[in-house]
């Protein structure tokens, strides 16, 4: 570990778990409620722990709460490793009963989350009642940027969106295609270009991780895309789509080619746009077996679903 402290075995696992509490809620009181004791008995626990490290960890101030020291930061990443690998421990001596057990904290790409979040729910939370698992969307490489500083175990994402420090496993591969409603010029083509395009309506999904990665490749094809709308949600987009206001570039795809509102959509291939592969980011190359087996679990619903989409073209492209 990064840092050496002056007797770490003075300061207790249950310190530790009150440390890391005490940081992420901000306040003393708010980390007490958390872990359900006294505001009296976490401040003993945080002194006794700064006094085990034989360093200030924190500052704690009626307006401002609890900041972390420089030493505190690093000595917080610390903590959370050293919490997980006893998790992981007491693990190991449930693996007679072939149990799972410990917290497991995922973050999601909004994007990929209505398609793996409900699959992760059933097939793993339901079936592993002792792990803990929490369950994070949001922006894609914020989320990974949060993994880094020890706020996730791994982040599903895309592979096109991984940041420095990061590495990942393939789920499921990428295959991007353009978005059209049936009326559309290009909705009868087996492929397309992105310059076939050319100044045709685009429909955005507006969000950071897609505009840095989606706007340049379509500049490399040969467009500048004429952005008409823009939205935060897949579904509002397709919906757009659907309503003939424009076209747009997509990589998940729901199993049927249907709007919300009942309208029916046409994908298109793209012949020369980069796709980006559904993958879990992680940070440690040693893995919990908790997030070893969601791991596996994704991979094989991935071949799954990759061996089915397969399937249903083969009839069309023969």
């Known amino acids: 570990m990064g840092e050496r402290y002056l007797d770490p075995f003075h300061f207790t696992l249950r310190q530790l778990q009150h440390f890391i509490a005490a940081a992420e809620a901000g306040t003393v009181t708010a980390a007490a409620a958390k872990v359900h004791i006294s505001q ?94 929490r369950i994070v969307e949001g922006d894609g490489k914020a ?22 420090g990061v590495r990942h496993r393939v789920i ?12 559309h010029r290009l909705a009868g083509c087996k492929s397309a270009r992105i310059k076939d395009f050319g100044n045709d309506d685009f429909v955005l999904l507006d969000v950071p991780a897609v505009r840095d990665t989606q706007l340049p490749k379509l500049r490399a094809g040969g467009i500048e895309p004429n952005i008409r709308w823009r939205s935060t949600s897949l579904e509002a987009v397709r919906g757009l789509v659907a309503r003939g206001l424009g076209w747009s570039v997509l990589v998940q795809r729901p199993p049927v080619d249907v709007s919300y509102d009942g309208l ?47 399937s249903i073209r083969a009839p069309t492209e023969a």
């Open 264 to 310: 029916p959509l046409v994908t298109v291939p793209l012949d020369d746009f980069e796709p980006s592969d559904i993958c879990v980011a992680y940070v440690q190359e040693r893995h919990s077996r908790r997030l070893k087996e969601l791991i596996s679990l994704c991979q094989t619903e991935g071949a799954r679903l990759d061996a089915k989409a397969e």
């Open 40 to 133: 009296a008995a976490m401040s003993q626990s945080l002194n006794e722990l700064e006094r085990s490290v034989g360093q200030q960890l924190m500052v704690r101030t009626r307006t401002h709460g609890i900041q972390l020291t420089s030493s505190g930061r690093r000595f917080l990443a610390d903590a959370r490793d050293l919490v997980s690998r006893a998790a992981d421990v007491q693990q190991e001596m449930r693996d007679r009963a072939d149990e799972l057990v410990g917290p497991l904290d995922i973050g999601v790409y909004t994007a990929v989350a209505p398609f793996w979040v409900p699959f992760i729910a059933e097939h793993f939370v339901v079936p592993n009642p002792h792990v803990t698992v």
């Open 143 to 164: 989320l990974q940027q949060q993994m880094v500083e020890g706020r996730f175990d791994a982040v599903l994402t895309h592979s096109g969106h991984l940041i420095d």
């Open 172 to 183: 499921r591969n990428g295959k991007a295609y353009a978005l059209v409603s049936p009326d």
